[in-house]
């Protein structure tokens, strides 16, 4: 059992903001790649193998050869600032802390950490607690619930729990995929990006893929998903046949939730469809699985098989209806540890935000 912090009376208690991404390498090469996959492909949350099957396949076959692609695949898209999850989950923690400041009389601490990689769960927790953080939200920032992403962050944080000795109180957020201000700045998103650039004869919302076992075994991420992906062409006024939800990452041979991006992208290639546009509404943030994944690889297959245009929607990132829509989800769950009365610098900022949106005056 370990603590840093020493417990002193009459001490001010403060409450805090805990955001969680996935995680990030520290450098696009293979020599950061590899401790960085063998920490996530060794989380029994991410791989439900028998550790007797999956580790020979993981020390043996794996880690010696994927770090260098992988690397390669984070060299296209790492930004001047670095990786670009880590860049962008920075910015967003930056911008929810002003916001909550301008919102909120007593606001809180907000701090980011990554479950995979720096800064690590337990380094941020012992800092929140050094700060007098006597209570504290977690805010995975995965909008649908999965085993694999949200558990397997909230397994990091209790562990981490686990081995204090002042224990501060918690709060945790499963998900928000109905969200109303979530739904609605990706909806704003799709309607901005359209606006400049036209529409597509189909709109592909490409989701994560997990195992078809973890649905089976109840997970309620396909779900989560779905509602997502009908609520968004809802705000759209999409019609079925102008939209697809669909499935990317898949990972070895066992069946994943289908359909498969990459197939059905291929597929309207062949097609000879004459536009597709893709968004990624399970991230929140753009990361190697938006920008190279979807915006060259995916692209490269619809292309190749005969498809005419490709367009790729940026995640919501540092939009300023995503901020206000986090903060609004932050103030929610913080309601009887903080006075969450919006203040008039606040009501300021949301109608400048409105008007900016195209609202009257």
């Known amino acids: 059992m370990t603590s840093k912090s020493i417990y002193q009376h009459g001490s001010p208690n ?29 989380n029994p949350r991410v791989i439900e193998v028998p550790r007797l099957i999956w580790w020979p396949i993981l020390h043996g076959f794996i880690l010696p050869f994927r770090p260098k692609a992988s690397a390669e695949k984070y060299a296209k898209i ?4 670095g990786s670009p999850l880590k860049v962008h989950t920075e910015r967003q923690t930056k911008l929810l802390r002003e916001t909550l400041q301008m919102r909120l009389q007593n606001p809180p601490i907000v701090e980011y950490s990554m479950n995979i990689g720096k800064p690590s769960v337990a380094t941020v927790m012992a800092k929140m607690q050094e700060q007098g953080c006597e209570r504290i939200l977690v805010i995975p920032l995965f909008p649908q619930y999965a085993a694999s992403s949200t558990a397997a962050a909230m397994d990091n944080v209790f562990s981490v729990l686990n081995r204090m000795r002042n224990l501060p109180s918690i709060r ?13 700045a990706l909806a704003q998103n799709v309607q901005d990006y ?10 592909i919302i490409s989701f994560h893929g997990t195992p078809r076992a973890s649905l089976d ?10 509602k997502t992906g009908r609520l968004l062409a809802e705000a759209l ?9 669909c499935f990317q990452s898949r990972f070895g041979k066992a069946k994943w939730l289908t359909p498969y991006t ?23 943030s753009d990361c190697l699985e938006t920008l190279e994944e979807i915006a060259i690889e995916a692209k490269n297959i619809f292309i190749q098989a005969g498809g005419k245009e490709f367009h790729y929607i940026p995640c919501l990132n540092e939009r300023s ?4 829509a986090l903060a609004d989800i932050t103030c929610t769950h913080l309601q009887g540890w903080l006075d969450i009365t919006v203040t008039e610098k606040a009501a300021q900022l949301s109608r400048k935000l409105a008007l900016e949106m195209g609202a009257k005056d």
């Open 14 to 42: 403060r409450t805090g903001v805990l955001l969680i991404n996935l995680g990030t390498p520290d450098a696009p090469t293979a020599q950061a790649l590899r401790p960085y996959l063998k920490e996530f492909l060794s």
């Open 321 to 324: 209806d995503w901020i206000q």
């Open 217 to 226: 075994k109840g997970d309620p991420y396909h779900c989560a998903c779905q």
């Open 78 to 81: 790492w930004m001047p600032e």
């Open 237 to 245: 006024a999409l019609e079925s046949n102008q939209y697809s939800v």
């Open 172 to 184: 945790t957020v499963k998900q928000y995929h109905d969200h109303p201000g979530y739904i609605a």
């Open 262 to 284: 990459a197939a059905t992208l291929e597929q309207m290639g062949k097609e000879q469809t004459q536009r597709v546009d893709v968004i990624c509404p399970g991230f929140v």
């Open 194 to 203: 359209w606006g400049i650039h036209g529409r597509p004869d189909k709109l």
